[in-house]
């Protein structure tokens, strides 16, 4: 899938993911959550200073209708979907310099990078 420059896109910027049950997941607030989300996670490495989650995730809300998310009840009142690092693809820009198009990789293209 690709989406266009025009595309709008739910913008997610988040600290750390979350260590649940043996995998990495996010909460993403589901009042904020739109057809297209970009996820990114901005986690330093003390060791070396770099990211350790360098490339955006991208999140398609449809889902929240068709598969059954963990909910976590935050203070506030916020429910946080909790959603695998491992179940959303990510985002790739276009090699292209003329148009900033986001090229969407599948899951089984993602490189382990943690």
């Known amino acids: 899938m690709k989406l266009n420059r025009l595309t709008p896109l739910q913008y997610f910027e988040l600290r750390t993911p979350i260590w649940n049950n ?3 997941v996010v909460g993403l607030n589901i009042d904020l959550i739109k057809k297209h989300n970009k996820v990114e996670i901005t986690y330093i490495r003390k060791k070396d200073g770099r990211r ?3 490339i955006p995730y991208y999140f398609d809300g449809d889902r929240l ?3 059954k998310f963990p909910v976590q009840v935050v ?3 916020i429910r946080l979907a909790l959603i695998p690092l491992n179940s959303m693809p990510y985002l790739e820009p276009e090699d292209s310099t003329e148009t900033q198009d986001l090229n969407i ?3 089984a293209e993602q490189i382990k990078l943690i």
């Open 22 to 24: 043996g995998q990495w």
């Open 52 to 54: 350790s989650f360098p």
């Open 65 to 67: 209708k068709t598969e």
């Open 75 to 77: 203070k506030g009142g």
């Open 105 to 107: 990789k599948p899951v």
